[in-house]
């Protein structure tokens, strides 16, 4: 369960990062856990996040973490990119993944999977291919599935 960091806070880390470098994106910062004290950060950029971009932004943190010293608890930070198998939290993550295949489950437990072909600025796009057919019949022609970003309950990558 994760616990939300008072707005101060999360501002500061923002302003820390952004500093760092204008292309990366803060994906998510939360206390995951109070009583482990993991503040775990995950950041990403359009073109990939790297090693050297979560160790900039770790320092420059932990840094100031250390200076400010805004816990009553000890913690633990965590700056991560958003791991494989992860769900999609921000639509610009849908951005790097077109093309890539889906599992997209609603707010109402319907599950579609396919390829990511459009990201709108309300909805994704996916892309299903029609069950396959004997050889002689007529392929079924694709499926197209519009699905707004306040229907997705969870979306993630099929690897």
């Not at 019949?137 to 229907?151: D, M, R």
Request: some cysteine.
């Amino acid at each position: 369960m994760a616990y939300s960091l008072p707005l101060d806070i999360t501002d500061k880390i923002k302003e820390i990062i952004f500093s760092i470098s204008e292309e990366i994106f803060i994906v998510e910062i939360a206390m995951k856990s109070k009583q482990k004290g993991l503040l775990l950060i995950r950041i990403d950029t359009d073109s990939g996040i790297k090693i050297e971009d979560c160790t900039a932004v770790s320092r420059a943190v932990s840094r100031w973490l250390d200076e400010a010293d805004p816990f009553e608890f000890e913690y633990h930070l965590e700056v991560t990119s958003p791991g494989v198998g992860e769900p999609l939290l921000l639509e610009r993550q849908y951005q790097k993944e077109k093309g890539r295949i889906l599992r997209v489950i609603t707010q109402t437990g319907e599950v579609w999977e396919g390829t990511l072909i459009a990201v709108g600025e309300i909805a994704i796009t996916l892309e299903k291919e029609a069950p396959k057919k004997k050889k002689k019949e007529a392929p079924e022609p694709k499926v197209l599935k519009l699905i707004e970003f306040s229907n997705i309950k969870e979306a993630k990558v099929i690897v």
